[in-house]
């Protein structure tokens, strides 16, 4: 692992464990809102570092709906970050907490799976090219032959 991508991961964790301490600190009450609003924001960060770190740079780069995969993860992650912790300070019905959140997870699993599981197409050759180059090398060794 270069030395980039080393800082940048230590940074993701010192921030999101920094993240967890004053969390705990600051809430007294920890109820159903609140953990259904940390499992969201968990798993926002997961797939930031998922993102980040694990996937090829060819598919990092691939554009969906416009952006760049680790762009339209990061722009997931701010999204979940800011309503997943204001929802954790208000104690409200389960489904106003999980509703909102887990649409907002949906539309971006939507776009991101598809570029996670389509292909690389980035070094693929044409197949009309590979069967121009067969018959060409055949028809010159046919000629080499009748030689």
Not at 41 to 46: E, I, M, P, R
Not at 73 to 100: A, C, H, K, L, N
Request: net charge negative; glycine share 4%; proline share 3%.
């Amino acid at each position: 692992m270069d030395r980039k991508k080393l800082q940048l991961g230590l940074g993701f964790g010192v921030f999101f464990v920094a993240y967890l301490i004053v969390l705990f600190l600051v809430t007294n009450n920890l109820h159903t809102s609140f953990w259904v609003s940390l499992i969201f924001v968990v798993l926002a960060f997961l797939f930031m570092t998922i993102a980040f770190f694990f996937v090829s740079n060819e598919k990092r780069k691939k554009q969906v709906v416009g952006l760049p995969v680790t762009t339209m993860t990061v722009m997931y992650f701010v999204i979940e970050f800011i309503m997943g912790t204001i929802f954790m300070f208000f104690d409200v019905e389960f489904v106003w907490v999980f509703v909102p959140q887990f649409i907002v997870f949906v539309l971006f699993l939507l776009c991101f799976m598809p570029a996670m599981i389509s292909e690389n197409n980035y070094k693929r050759e044409p197949i009309e090219d590979k069967e121009v180059k067969d018959t060409t090398e055949t028809k010159t060794k046919e000629n080499k032959e009748e030689e």
